[in-house]
């Protein structure tokens, strides 16, 4: 099995200045990629941040020399418009060298809700995200002007003057057969929270074998077990709500209320804790059998970055290039 090492700058749980530090000690301590989440509220209260994403990776990108950079994900749909994100991939590509990926995803009501259009329903969403993914192709090719017309979206005579020598790779977060078919057919990568091999297989059919897959697994790391399960359950416990609630709850309060029936335990059965660094390498043994090819980490807790870090280089890092060469 191979698969890369992925840090997760984590908007909703730390400052922009903070996550470009952290993405630099990523770096340095020999990450092979970071992914930004791009929201415009955290999850929960408690988690107490939500910086602009695209300013924030603009800035890690000049900080930074080798790691590769990813949104996961930006939603084009409501709150940024399908032409607007074309032209912030392209100048973003520009500045990290051509290190950067575009991961596109239909949203969730918490962020897109705040331009105050209402939230569609999903298979309208789903006609939304197809058509805007297909815009951004378009103006990101660079053949000229662009004219557009669409049942949702409309360009006139759009053109991006700054375009990167290579383009700009689009990954697209899966979650069924709709968008697994989606993703086959226009992204270069797949993006998926679970490791679950029919995403993959899906995938595939629709065109996508051989491309990459990059997936996403949280996990609580410190030296104290009981310490990570508590912060683990104050700041992560939305996480085992399922995306068709994620997508539709419209505010922290949501959140708040729908997590509240979760306990520590349900949180420490879910994810890892502690610092065993067994239990992460057979948590990230699924996401490899299930055909990803990178996968990110998330470490639960702004203030928790740096001690995680230097757990990462003395001990995960090895054990993770031995498991997954």
């Known amino acids: 099995m191979s698969m890369q090492l992925g840090y997760t700058m984590m908007t909703e749980q730390a400052g922009p200045k903070e996550l470009v530090s952290h993405v630099v000690g990523a770096e340095e301590v020999g990450f092979d990629f970071a992914v930004s989440s791009d929201h415009f509220f955290p999850w929960l209260d408690s988690m107490g941040h939500a910086p602009n994403a695209w300013v924030t990776l603009g800035a890690a990108a000049q900080a930074t020399s080798r790691i590769d950079l990813m949104t996961y994900v930006t939603c084009p749909i409501l709150r940024y418009r399908p032409a607007v994100v074309a032209q912030q991939a392209a100048t973003l590509q520009i500045l990290a060298d051509g290190r950067f990926t575009l991961g596109l995803g239909a949203g969730e009501n918490l962020n897109e809700h705040v331009i105050g259009e209402g939230w569609p329903p999903v298979a309208v969403r789903h006609e939304m995200f197809a058509e805007a993914v297909q815009l951004i192709k378009e103006l990101l090719a660079g053949d000229g002007y662009t004219t557009f017309h669409g049942d949702y979206f409309d360009a006139d005579g759009a053109k991006i003057w700054d375009l990167p020598e290579g383009g700009v790779p689009i990954g697209i977060a899966v979650s069924g057969k709709q968008s697994c078919e ?19 297989e899906m995938f595939d059919a629709a065109g996508g074998a051989g491309k990459n897959r990059v997936g996403q697994m949280p996990i609580s790391f410190d030296r104290d077990k009981a310490a990570a399960v508590t912060r683990a359950h104050e700041l992560f416990r939305w996480f085992g ?37 067994d239990a992460v390498i057979e948590a990230a043994k699924e996401y490899a059998d299930a055909g990803y090819t990178h996968l990110a980490l998330v470490q639960i807790g702004g203030d928790q970055q ?12 090895p054990a993770w290039r031995e498991a997954f060469a």
């Open 306 to 317: 740096q001690p995680y870090l230097e757990w990462t280089k003395q001990e995960l890092m």
């Open 241 to 277: 709500l399922g995306w068709k609630v994620n997508a539709d709850l419209p505010g922290t309060a949501g959140f708040e209320a729908a997590s509240q029936f979760v306990r520590e335990e349900d949180v420490e059965s879910s994810l890892p804790c502690g610092d065993d660094v």
């Open 182 to 200: 989606l993703a086959g057919e226009y992204a270069d990568v797949m993006i998926g929270t679970e490791p679950k091999p029919e995403l993959g």
